[in-house]
Structure formats: structure tokens, C-alpha cells
């Protein structure tokens, strides 16, 4: 029997860099280093970021899923992070890894589609989620919060 | 009551040195435990093996291992295999000591040249003794014009209650990733020791200034408090970090101490931060620990004592109970009052423990009295938010046979002030069982009327300084009259408290007070002297 699946929700205070190829770069290598890390541990989920936040699900067996998120926790990319939601689940919600802008920031929004596109970041796939609606709420405030 | 310091106290020897003196050369550990099993002292080798800041800790904080309950081991009267929190193992002898508690003596069973090198096995962090020897190494360098270093001395706020509710398994887990944040947190050249159950010491290497070791107490108050999930648990604990930097010349011992006393600070102001080791920080807080090492030691070595102050029904004149109040009497402070020794009581906990030895005294004193007459016993807020002040009001109550309708338990405005519900239930509860509640030292606080219409106390004590302040008249003796006539409508009795004079008494009783206490009516007595007081 495989080990039961468990979704950890959480967002924390994007402390990379803001200023133009900088912030493209530290993305660029999140994204790849998330990919690396974790699909080759059975993590899956979705990264979902602008200038303020990063938001992120992560789906997997429990040992996995502790193991990345402690890995985030020692992250100096991060700051205040703030766990959402820990709880085991049927099935995954996520079953690649995909990470996707989201913010008002039309600038941003056209900067990151090709991130968004080559990750496999599926917006619609996120709409029925209920966690994805709390994070695009949050998400949003914080980059107006940030701008 | 007067208490002799131990030496000296059988008229043997002159001038003889004091007995932590004596303790402090012994070679090797030597810690006094109260009957419960807390450490009340600890001589230098035993703080060198457990840290500065053994004294407080319980005896399952110093050897966790065991399963053995305290009290069971410390009459065992042979010699014990103890395993410390430090993974140290030793032999250990008990003996009770005449002023109560257990004296607990203790050898090191192995030698500790390969100490240096061990690990802790959890963590794989080094250990005291690796610690000791680091230290040593860099403050020599350091005397040779070496580079700067900082030792940051780290305490796991909560860890006890994550250990307590989710079990060992959890809390071990949790050290584990603890100390891998820690190792994230540092530099390669830095090292990291875990020198007991959830504390840490950071040696940092290469500060250039303050700002460098600044930068990683911050570091480490951040990563260590982020949230942790252990095997499917959220758990959140916090850090508080002391932070020291080493000057040249300076020993590991000193340099180890200001760390602790930097760490105290941090804990006093609140926990989850970290605060620098300065000059002078060092006297006031020595003192104050010392205060507190004196006063956790106070309960078992019977330094303290109960007083009595009369107060007097205004109507018939007479005597109508005794407000008992806590008196500190030690043999080399001589007395310290409770202004300066009731708050440390109230923030270190201690207060529980002195606030039931003041119930449980003053209940079976009082039941010496004629005339059914009532006793006083001021409860402090911190007392309120404990689990068990109710039971041990009606322990005190049963074990000494009072009715509970001669016991009045005085509250100041502090205790309402958090948790408001849950303190009204207590005191409802307490007024059910048939035990009188008053308002201690109204008008100096908040004095907010709502208070009064929140719960229908027996008797209110307006402060002292509103009937000293009334001798001038004008604003005082308006209040006066105002909280007076407030009780009368609401049904509650007033004590006018701190009357000196035989003028402030004339005013009081044409104010409508119905009690009085102060000094023109009774000072406080030991309570061998309330018979000879009655009767004059």
C-alpha cells in the first residue's frame, strides 16, 4: 500500500529581490531547485508568487512533504511563514510542479507567462480549489501591500 | 523568626568560611532539591556540569532518563546510576537535610578525557565538555591577538509542553531539526553544542563587531521559531538567545556566564528574542538572580513567616479578623520585603508554591482565634491563572478545619485584568463554597467601576493614600467619600486602609467606612502576639 498522501498549504514574505533580471534569475532557480528536490521525492504542487508572497501546496507522503517544508524553513528566501493548512488527503490536487504569477501587475503578469507556461502552471486547474482562492486573495493584497 | 546562615550554627569553629564556600571547592557536584524535587542549590561543579542555570530545574530536567518518581529515589538511601541530561554518567548519594529536602551528591563514573570528543548522540552536536574545550582553544587565540568571537547561549522556549503533549518521539524529532536550522543559521567555522535537554550554545567565530553577532541571534530567533511539522504535527516553539562577545583575557567560564546572564535578560523581556551582554547589565542582574536563587530556596529553608494585622468593625468596635501578610527574613539580606521580592515571586512562578504555604499558615493560624474570627490572604493574579487555586483553598480549608466563611481572600484589579471570564468563574466558585472576596487597594489602579458590577464582592479596601491624601482635604477626601458611598449602595463593606492617625479615623467613620486597618488601629504581629493583642 503506498503511504498516505498529506497537502501542506502555506505562504511566507518573498525576500528575494525585486529589482528586474534579479527577481527573474532567483525565480528561474527556485523553480528548477523546487523540480529537482522534489519530484524526485514524490512532492508535487504548485508555487504561486509575486513581488510580496510566495503561496505554495505541496502534496506527498508525509516524510517528503515535512522534509521540503523544513527545507523552506531554512530558506533565507523566505520570511514569516505562515502554515495554512496540513492535513492528509484522497488524491492530489497537483500531480506535476507548476508555479505561476499571480498579481495585478501587468508588467509581472507578462514577464512571468513564460515561467507560468514552461512550468506547466495551469490557472484553471487551480480554480476549484479552495486554497487557491484564500491564496490568490492573499497573494494579491500582499503585492499591493509590497508595491 | 530568625534563620542562622549554617555554619557556625552549632557554636563549633570561628570564622569559618560560609557554606557555599565549602560546597563551591568540592571537586565534585553537589545539588539541594525541595521535597518536589526542584533544585534549590547547586555548588560551582554542579553548575559547571549542568549549566548556570540549574537552580529551578527539576530533578527530570538533570537526569531524564529515569522513571523512577523523585521521592522515591531520593529515599532510596544507596548509591543511584544517574545518566544526565548530558549524557553523563554518574553515582549518586542522597541524604535529607534537617531544614528539608534532599541533598544530592554525585561522582562522574568515567573519566572525562574522551568527553571532549563525544557527541550527542540526538543531535551529533558536541557536548559540554567539546564545548569547554573549543571555548578554551579560541579564547587563547583570541589572548594571542586572534580573531573576535560571540557565544550565543540558547534556551527552547515551550519545548517542555511539546514533549509533555506530543511525547519523546515528537520532541526528539524536534531537536533534531532544531539543530539542523542551528548549523543552517552558522558558518562552517562556527560550532554549535547542545549542553542540555533544549539548550544550546552557539560559538560564533570571526565578529568583526556587535553587529556580526547581532545579525546571528536574529538569525537564529527566526529560524528557530518558524513553524515545525513533525509527523504530521504543527508545532511552534520559540528561542531566546543571550548573546556574549569575548574580550581578550577573558575565561570560558565568564564568557559563558555573561551569555546566560544576556539570555536571562532576553527571557525576562519576553522570550522569543535575543538581547547583547553589557557592563552593568551584569550587577542588577546578578543581583536579581541571586534574589531569585535566594528565594527558591527560602520555602524549604523556612525563611518565611505570616504577620498579622488586625482590622476593626467601626460599628462594635472590635477586632473582627487579621489580614495575614508575608514577611521574608534572610540571614544575610535580613528582611526583604514583599514590594521587592513578591513581583520576581510572580514573574519566575515561585508564587504559586509561596502563595499555598501562605493559605495553608494562615488557615491553621487562624483557627487558634476566638470569636470566629476571619483571616485575610491576598492572592496574586499569577495564582488565578494556575489550575488549582481552588484546590488548594479547600485543602487549606479542610486540612486546618477553618469555615470557609472566616476566610477572605483579597484580589487586586491585576487578577481581572486577562482572562476576565475565567477568573469571575473561579471567584463565584470560591464565593460558593461560602469564602468572603475583597478588593484589595481600590482606587490605585485601573479602578474601573465595572469591576464592582461584575462580581458582588464582600468588601472593598480603598488604598492607603486616599485616606492619607484626605488629611489635605480637596480631591482625596472627595474620592474617599465617593467609593464609601459607592459600597454602601452596592452593598459591600469598605475598609479604609492605612490609617495612622487618630484624625484620619474621625474622618473615615464619618465617611461611612465600616472597617478600618492601619497602624493607629493594630500593626501587623507574629501571630504569638494576637492573644496578648486581644486581650489589651
Known sequence: MPAPLYQLVYYSRNAVS?????????????????????????????????????????????????????????????????????????????????????????????????????????????????????????????????? | MSVHPLPNSDGRGRAAPGSDAVLDALPHPVVGFDWDGEVIFA????????????????????????????????????????????????????????????????????????????????????????????????????????????????????????????????GDGLLKKVADRMRAACRKEDCVARIGGDEFVVIQAGVGDRTDAERLAARLVDLIGRTYVLSGHTVNIGASVGVALAEPGQGTRDLLRNGDLALYEAKRAGRGRFRVFEDGMDAALRDRRELEIDLRRALALKQFSLHYQPFIDLQTERTIGFEALIRWDHPVRGRVTPADFIPLAEETGL???????????????????????????????????????????????????????????EITEGALLEDTSNVLKTLHALRDLGIRISMDDFGTGYSSLSYLQKFPFNKIKIDRSFVQGADEGGDNEAILKAIAGLGLSLGMAITAEGVETPEQLARIRGEQCTHVQGYFTGRPMPADGIATFLQA
Open chain 1, 18 to 147: 525585486r529589482d528586474g533580471a534579479g527577481f527573474e534569475a532567483e525565480v528561474a532557480s527556485i523553480l528548477a531547485a523546487s523540480r529537482r528536490n522534489n519530484e524526485a521525492a514524490g512532492v508535487t504542487g504548485t508555487l504561486l508568487f509575486n513581488a510580496g508572497v510566495f503561496a505554495q501546496v505541496l502534496e506527498g507522503p508525509l516524510d517528503a512533504v515535512e522534509a521540503t517544508f523544513e527545507r523552506i524553513q531554512q530558506d533565507d528566501r523566505h520570511g514569516d511563514v505562515s502554515l495554512l493548512a496540513l492535513e492528509p488527503i484522497a488524491q492530489r490536487s497537483f500531480s506535476g510542479w507548476a508555479m505561476g504569477f499571480v498579481g495585478r501587475s501587468a508588467e509581472n503578469t507578462a514577464r512571468f507567462a513564460e515561467v507560468g507556461l514552461s512550468s506547466g502552471f495551469d490557472p484553471a486547474a487551480l480554480g476549484g480549489q479552495k486554497v487557491h482562492a484564500i491564496l490568490r486573495d492573499l497573494t494579491v493584497e500582499e503585492e499591493a501591500a509590497a508595491a
Open chain 2, 43 to 170: 555548588n560551582a561543579s554542579a553548575r559547571d556540569c549542568f549549566g548556570e542555570r540549574i537552580v529551578g530545574s527539576d530533578f527530570a530536567d538533570l537526569f531524564p532518563n529515569g522513571s523512577d518518581p523523585f521521592k522515591q529515589l531520593a529515599a532510596a538511601g544507596r548509591v543511584l546510576g544517574l545518566v544526565s541530561n548530558a549524557q553523563t554518567r554518574f553515582r549518586g548519594l542522597f541524604g535529607a537535610m534537617a531544614a528539608g529536602g534532599f541533598v544530592l551528591s554525585l561522582i562522574a563514573e568515567e573519566a572525562d578525557a574522551a568527553a571532549g570528543a563525544e557527541a550527542d548522540e540526538l543531535t551529533g552536536m558536541m557536548k559540554r565538555g567539546g564545548l569547554a574545550l573549543r571555548l578554551d582553544a579560541a579564547l587563547a587565540d583570541l589572548a594571542g591577538g586572534g580573531a573576535r568571537l560571540a557565544v550565543h547561549c540558547i534556551d527552547l522556549d515551550r519545548f517542555k509542553t511539546v514533549n509533555d503533549t506530543l511525547g519523546h518521539g515528537v
Open chain 2, 351 to 409: 508564587i504559586s508554591k509561596i502563595g499555598e504555604w501562605v493559605l495553608r499558615t494562615a488557615c491553621a493560624t487562624a483557627t487558634t482565634w476566638p470569636d470566629e474570627m476571619s483571616v485575610a490572604v491576598n492572592v496574586s493574579p499569577v495564582q488565578f491563572k494556575s489550575d488549582n487555586l481552588i484546590e488548594t483553598i479547600v485543602s487549606a480549608l479542610a486540612h486546618s478545619g477553618l469555615p470557609a466563611h472566616r476566610l477572605e481572600i
